[in-house]
């Protein structure tokens, strides 16, 4: 198969008509008394696709986990169990309020945050755990929870890249206190830049209602009554956003089937482990990916080096946190750090062509020889 022209992206966005028509009648009419019709829709639309009573259409998933540390009153003093695997907005969340994230090793084959490890880790300052649905498939939500309960720690969950995963039947988002997702440009589904809140505690969405709008009493117009936060989605995302959740089964659907042709590609290969999916899961591999078994970090910089030269996009899979400079090393993880080093992110995109993902597929295979 001949080289591609052009780079072939890790990234890329599914818009058709339905997106543009909802779109373009937002910017058209939802002004004044329109102002947020497609927020109010977006957000009953989501909370009822998770399985939830409440959800907030937010500017980044950054500030969803920012509001739901400071609507469970976490602040300095206290620690939040986070996995070490992970990009940097979930234990960055947890600085913006004072707290300490201590950073935990994370499970085989998921790649999420181990139930036993995150168990080591609770101290008497431990106030709450946030387990990160990694690249689209789901933490081991039952027996952290579990753990968490026992132990009178709220649970988090970073649900970022995770839009219709399920674990024990259930979608993820749907099991923590609060969970927070994404929807930035390279997700599953898109508003270019914007989050979702979402919890089934009454007292928290109500709580939540005063601090995502900069503290204000909701029954006393231009009255604030606390310094809040302002994190609000605009009414043209979320008219994005809407469009998006309502073909959002075909956008997973794409995904699952990119990580599947890769899986039947390259699944022969001894070298390296195809991303999977754990029993009682159902991933939506957001990233689908490959560790290279036994590499080191500047092996995996080379192999992405030579696939650029075929035109094939990567990244590597997250550094682990406490390997960069804002974090202090806190313990051993050992998995983190070895698929830290060893891992690639492969182009994933719902633009891609199967032709593109048989291309990426021959250049893995070339170039690990």
């Known amino acids: 198969m001949a ?10 966005p599914s818009i058709t008509e339905h997106e543009i028509a909802y779109v373009t009648d937002a910017v058209t009419h939802g002004w004044n008394r329109e102002w947020n019709g497609y927020l ?21 998933c950054t500030g969803a986990m ?29 600085t913006y309020v004072g707290a300490t994230p201590v950073l935990c090793d994370v499970a085989e084959g998921s790649w999420c945050l181990d139930p036993a490890a995150f168990e080591a880790m609770i101290t008497e300052r431990t106030k709450a755990v946030m387990p990160v649905h990694l690249y689209g498939h789901p ?17 988090i969950e970073d649900a970022a890249p995770a839009v219709g995963a399920e674990v024990a039947g259930r979608r993820a988002g749907s099991f923590g206190d609060l969970a927070a997702f994404s929807f930035q440009g390279a997700k599953v589904m898109v508003t270019g830049e914007g989050g979702m809140l979402v919890t089934n505690s009454d007292d928290l969405a109500e709580r939540l209602t005063r601090i ?4 204000r009493d909701p029954k006393k117009p231009l009255w604030n009554t606390e310094i809040g936060l302002k994190y609000k989605m605009s009414n043209i995302q979320a008219a994005l956003g809407l469009a998006q959740l309502e073909r959002i089964e075909i956008l997973v659907e794409r995904k699952r089937e ?10 022969d290969l001894n070298s390296i482990a195809v991303s999977g999916e754990l029993p009682g899961c159902r991933s939506i591999h957001w990233m689908s990916s490959i560790e290279v078994k036994g590499a080191d970090a500047a092996r995996r910089d080379a192999i992405m080096a030579a696939l650029r030269t075929r035109n094939v996009d990567s990244r590597p899979v997250f550094y682990p946190l406490s390997s960069m400079p804002p974090f202090e090393r806190r313990a051993e993880n050992p998995v983190a750090y070895r698929i830290g080093h060893s891992a690639i992110n492969l182009p994933s995109g719902h633009n891609l062509t199967d032709d593109q993902i048989d291309h990426v597929s021959e250049s893995v295979r070339a170039v690990l020889g």
């Open 3 to 12: 080289t591609p022209s052009e780079m072939i992206l890790t990234a890329g």
């Open 40 to 60: 109010k829709r977006f957000e009953a639309a989501f909370a009822a696709y998770i399985g939830v009573r409440h959800a907030f259409a937010t500017s980044s």
């Open 212 to 215: 995502g709008d900069q503290g």
């Open 139 to 155: 933490a081991a939500m039952p027996q952290i929870v579990e753990i968490a309960r026992r132990h009178g720690l709220f649970v």
């Open 258 to 267: 990119i990580n599947a042709r890769y899986a039947a590609n390259l699944g």
């Open 66 to 94: 920012h509001m739901a540390l400071k609507a469970l009153g976490i602040g300095p003093g206290d620690e939040v169990i986070v996995p070490e695997t992970t990009w940097i907005a979930t234990a960055a969340s947890v």
